[in-house]
């Protein structure tokens, strides 16, 4: 990937350039120069600088932002919100990662050795540790340094299929299929005994100190993506401290990663800090060859060690105007996706503000690997199941949302309409792919309604159920001010279709809980691409319910499509069944999704370093901060 979208730099006048400089190269030092990065024989002494003199700096490198939404907990056995993922995936390692500034993307050895050894039938996968791995000090180590080994990914693996954590990600585990892991999780729940975490799983097992060895069922081609690369999910977890701690280890956690959880507030701040333990490791990326962007950072960074900061303080700022207004003010140094609502003041026309440019503020845009969902709860009685009319009602409260005016006014441009629950970026998605979902249609609207007998019999302007009785829509939200403009538009558009809405506020959090639970009709979503394969993001349609299938969708044509998915190679035969699993979400509307968000990234000039992930959620330990910061008063 070469320049992003919306993204504009001006190279400072040089002279006239020597011609025993090969053109790549003079790309990437111009490229550079616009950045405010130095060339690579400056990188190189100030890196030789650093490793020489480690924490020589006069004052730690301190990294600030804020999050829009709050965590809700640190196990990663319990987590399904981005926001406290975003904290795990610097705490926790996995086995495998995903090079910081190669696009496409590439997975690359974290914890392991090399690339994993598989099977020709991709039923049986073997992965060599490095040795010398520790894990942050600890009081559950009483004092002892802890090495990594193979059976703490046997421990970790094993605590998403122990019913009393009830996993909200046991789903991908299950899906992994892991010879026994199932079994002795049904055991545990048919003899109601505590889960046996020192019982043998024939798929799951540490043939030694070093070495893990993972066995399914049927083949999974792609269980690298699945359960090796993902730090904030199946990164390793230490008994001694899910033991030590109990029901509070998700306060308490404890990884082989860059960073340390240093003190936490709940829904106010995170604070996290070097780790004072982690092991020698320094910055390697491998850009595309075009990608100037990254072959600058690069230069700039090979050979340093990492991580380059010593702190981050990461608010919890719901409101998009105490955000935006923190930024500018320069209380951080990092504002992710700019609200919409001041877009037009960082962006205008697609520029950056001159205002902001003179500051040495650097914008980032790009399509994201996510997609926004509103999710209808099919076990409810009004607005679920399969029936005819029950279809008929989500359908037609479908066509009535109107995603361009959303778009347009919500969005303030920065996002583009979702087709399906499929995100960019990810195997299953295509960019020419259309469906009803996106339509906006009021008049076909009100026809179905009309048509499954959702009409106004008593003459008070709302419609009633097929039956006579009161149609009352429940829509749970939040409070913060993104919420309430797309409040708006589902006000309006339910209005315009003759159907009463009323709103239920609560907490991000909360509403979670009470969508696990299916204790709610109808909720709006965000969803972030993890990998590079897009089935995870059908498994919002897997079966009955589960961690991910907060609509609790459940049809067997489609789980017997989704199954055989996870045992095809990539290729034209897995494609076509993506498209008849995403014809299947249309035609029944379990969801419907809204749109694809454009992210555009403001950083401060003494942010360094910074490059939008796509699908992966740790990059703290790729920037650095500047000894001197700027703002201009």
């Not at 090079?99 to 049986?124: Q, Y």
């Amino acid at each position: 990937m070469g320049q992003k979208s919306g993204e504009k730099w001006t190279a400072a006048a040089t002279s006239q350039p020597t011609p025993l400089l090969p053109r790549r190269l003079l790309g990437v030092l111009a490229l550079a120069c616009a950045l405010g990065l130095p060339s690579p024989g400056q990188a190189q002494s100030q890196s030789q600088s650093q490793n020489a003199a480690p924490g020589a700096a006069s004052e730690p490198k301190l990294l600030r932002y804020a999050f829009r939404a709050a965590e809700t907990t640190f196990d990663p056995s319990q987590i399904n919100d981005i926001y406290s993922r975003v904290i795990t995936a610097h705490v926790f390692e996995a086995l495998y990662s995903y090079d910081h500034l190669a696009r496409p993307a590439k997975i690359v050895p974290l914890i392991a050795a090399g690339p994993p050894e598989v099977s020709a039938d991709f039923k049986t996968w073997t992965v060599r540790l490095r040795p010398g791995i520790y894990f942050a000090d600890d009081p559950a180590f009483k004092g002892q340094r802890r090495e990594l080994v193979a059976e703490d990914f046997v421990y970790s693996y094993k605590r998403y299929a122990d019913p009393a954590l009830k996993s909200p990600n046991w789903t991908t585990v299950e899906e992994a299929g892991l010879i026994g892991l199932a079994e002795l999780r049904q055991r545990a729940l048919r003899d109601k005994k505590p889960f046996n975490y020192d019982a043998a799983v024939p798929g799951l097992r540490a043939l030694d100190r070093y070495t893990l060895q993972l066995q399914t069922t049927q083949p999974r081609p792609r269980l690298q993506e699945m359960l090796l690369s993902s730090n904030d999910l199946f990164g390793a977890v230490a008994r001694e401290v899910a033991e030590h701690y109990g029901s509070k280890v998700g306060e308490h956690p404890v990884g082989t990663g860059p960073f340390v959880l240093k003190s936490w507030r709940r829904s106010s701040q995170i604070v996290l800090v070097r780790n004072p333990a982690y092991r020698e490791r320094f910055y390697e990326a491998q850009p595309a060859a075009d990608d100037a962007e990254g072959q600058a950072l690069l230069a700039r960074f090979q050979g340093r060690r990492i991580p380059m900061l010593d702190r981050i303080e990461v608010s919890i700022i719901e409101e998009a105007q105490p955000r935006w207004l923190s930024f500018l003010s320069a209380e951080q140094d990092f504002l992710e996706q700019v609200p919409e609502d001041f877009i037009d003041q960082a962006m205008p026309g697609g520029q950056l503000a001159p205002t902001l440019a003179k500051r040495g503020i650097q914008p980032r845009r790009q399509v994201g690997s996510d997609v926004t969902l509103s999710v209808f709860n099919m076990e409810d009685p009004l607005v679920g199941g399969m029936a005819a009319e029950k279809v008929a009602l989500r359908r037609a409260i479908s066509l009535a949302l109107d995603i361009p005016r959303e778009i347009r006014l919500v969005r303030r441009g920065q996002a583009v309409p979702a087709q399906s629950n499929l995100a960019p970026h990810t195997t299953g998605y295509a960019a020419d792919y259309r469906s009803d979902l996106s339509s906006h249609d009021m008049a076909r609207a009100k026809a179905l309604l009309d048509v499954y007998g959702y009409v106004d019999r008593d003459g008070d302007g709302w419609r009633e159920q097929p039956d006579g009785s009161p149609l009352i829509l429940l829509r749970n939200t939040q409070s913060d001010a993104a919420s309430r403009q797309l409040d708006e538009q589902w006000q309006r558009a339910m209005n315009d279709l003759g159907l009463k809405l009323s709103m239920k506020v609560a907490q991000w959090p909360e509403n979670l809980k009470a969508a696990r639970a299916g204790r709610f009709m109808m909720w709006s979503v965000g969803s972030r691409a993890e990998q590079l394969d897009g089935q995870k993001a059908l498994q919002r349609l897997y079966g009955s319910a589960g961690g991910q299938n907060l609509a609790r969708f459940n049809s067997p044509e489609f789980n017997a499509i989704y199954d055989r998915l996870q045992g095809l190679p990539n290729g034209p035969e897995r494609e076509a069944l993506f498209l008849q699993a995403k014809r299947i979400g249309a035609a029944f509307v379990p969801y419907k999704p809204h749109v694809h968000r454009i992210y555009t990234d403001l950083s401060q000039p003494w942010l360094i370093g910074y490059y939008r992930p796509l699908f992966w959620l740790d990059w703290w330990q790729f920037v650095d901060i500047a000894s001197e910061r700027h703002p201009e008063k």
